[in-house]
């Protein structure tokens, strides 16, 4: 089944305990992108990565990192999360040159 | 900055009737406007998308109206039914250069269909 998986699910951490949070694909996307959902928001892109090795800042990546050594995967990473990240967040994937993006099913994580 | 304005937050519709979820942008080079719909514990999927080369796409009960000039787009669900119970974005883009296919969404309108 073409899907977008990531984990964990759900997470509780607290300020400052750097975490990682998995996405991967199986449709041998060449786009990954990490949004996050807030109430009242909508959908914010964090990072986007064209291809392996090829990553860029979105419109809120402060706080955040990521790296694409697979094409198949992206990786989140906080290095020391704060309450503010607190959030939804939702990695997705896309081919180069169509407009359909493809979602995992979320991971929401709180940071205490 | 929200480059896509959506309303309402929420609305509430009774089995049968009529959804309007409208959405504005300042961008003219967008040139590709998505709705995604999202089911609570899942993520967003694309439900129907327009190009502004035509006024209105439908598929089933779901329709989108596109006007160019006041940069606003709308989708409308027919005959709303329980399932339509979700989460509605809507979203533009543009292709080619750095924001290539880069999505710029709206903040979400929550609709809920009584039985």
């Known amino acids: 089944e073409a899907q977008v998986t990531q984990n964990p699910r759900y997470l509780i951490t607290v300020t400052g305990k750097k975490l990682t949070v998995t996405c991967s694909q199986n449709?041998?996307?060449?786009?990954m992108s990490w949004y996050r959902q807030d109430p009242g928001l909508g959908l914010r892109q964090i990072y986007y990565s064209m291809n392996v090795e090829v990553t860029d800042k979105g419109d809120v990546p402060e706080g955040y990192k990521v790296s694409r050594k697979e094409k198949r995967n992206f990786p989140l990473i906080l290095e020391s999360p704060s309450p503010n990240q607190t959030s939804l967040y939702f990695c997705?994937?896309?081919?180069?040159?169509?407009?359909?993006?493809?979602f995992g099913p979320g991971t929401r994580l709180t940071v205490l | 900055q929200q480059q896509v304005k959506q309303s309402p937050q929420s609305l509430i519709v009774q089995k049968g009737g009529i959804s309007i979820i409208n959405c504005a942008y300042e961008n003219t080079a967008f040139d590709y406007f998505p709705w995604y719909q999202q089911f609570p514990g899942k993520g967003p999927a694309l439900l129907i998308a327009?190009?502004?080369?035509?006024s209105e796409k439908k598929e089933g009960r779901f329709t989108i109206s596109f006007n160019k000039s006041a940069k606003q787009f709308s989708l409308h669900i027919m005959d709303s039914q329980p399932g339509d119970s979700a989460t509605y974005f809507c979203?533009?883009?543009?292709?080619?250069?750095?924001?290539?296919?880069?999505?710029?969404f709206g903040a979400g309108t929550t609709v809920t269909v009584r039985a």
């Open positions: 449709m041998n996307h060449e786009y």
């Open positions: 979203a533009a883009s543009m292709a080619g250069g750095v924001n290539d296919y880069k999505l710029s």
């Open positions: 997705a994937s896309r081919v180069r040159g169509r407009d359909e993006q493809f």
């Open positions: 327009i190009r502004p080369d035509v």
